[in-house]
């Protein structure tokens, strides 16, 4: 007599299941429009109360095609308009509710209007080779020693980025420690290795068939560098025991 309810039970959990979804085929599903969304992402929203999956008794995620359905309005107009997620949710929430609530402005083109094609990354200030060597304080020779380690690398025309002579003055500093450039080879790679990083988690941005999304690759760029400098200081100062003002 047992049995039969816990076959029962066994028979309604899975026609609850029935039709829902694992975090992972969402992830899936959701891919081809958004290929920069991650697990953490929809745990986030999810977290910011944009939706509501079902909960197995284990704990795992279930979502209904209802739920992907939100998520994709949510994620395009992150994409496309840029707004905020507390204006996200009103405006989804009011939806379902009936209510006809236009699309909040923000950062949205006018029907109509063709959606510009992002401009080329503006171009960082240069400059020449003396003026780095004056700015730098150095002489010819240094800065010829630094170039064969890559810590400062020339355009193809010869001159500089505008970031050469901070990377520049930080190395004659440490020269004055006695830390060599031979011995800053190991920052020069890590660094490589955290720009490499970056360069990875954006390009699906840079590759997006969507021009505005292609045009955000650069505001993501620059915040995830900021994070990655961060980050890169605080576990230096971890590992020293120090704590900088």
Known sequence: MLQTPSGGARHGAAATDSGLMSIGTVLNALRDE??????????????????????????????????????????????DHYLPLKVIREHLDAMERGEAVPLPSLGRQRDGDPVPEPSEAPTAARISRAELLAAAGVDERELIEWESYGLVTPLEDGAYEAEAVTVAGLVAELGRFGIEPRHLRV?????????????QVVAPLKRHRNPQTRAHAQARTKELA?????????????????RLP
């Open 34 to 79: 958004f290929p920069e969304v991650t697990i953490s992402k929809i745990r986030f929203l999810e977290s910011e109360g944009l939706i509501e999956p079902q909960r197995t008794p284990s704990g795992y995620r279930k979502f209904s095609a209802h739920d992907v359905e939100r998520l994709g309005h949510v994620l395009r107009m992150q994409r």
């Open 226 to 242: 900021g994070l990655t400098v961060k980050l890169h200081a605080a576990l230096v100062q971890t590992a020293l025991g120090v």
């Open 187 to 199: 920052m020069k790679a890590a660094a490589d290795r955290e720009a490499g990083l970056v360069d």
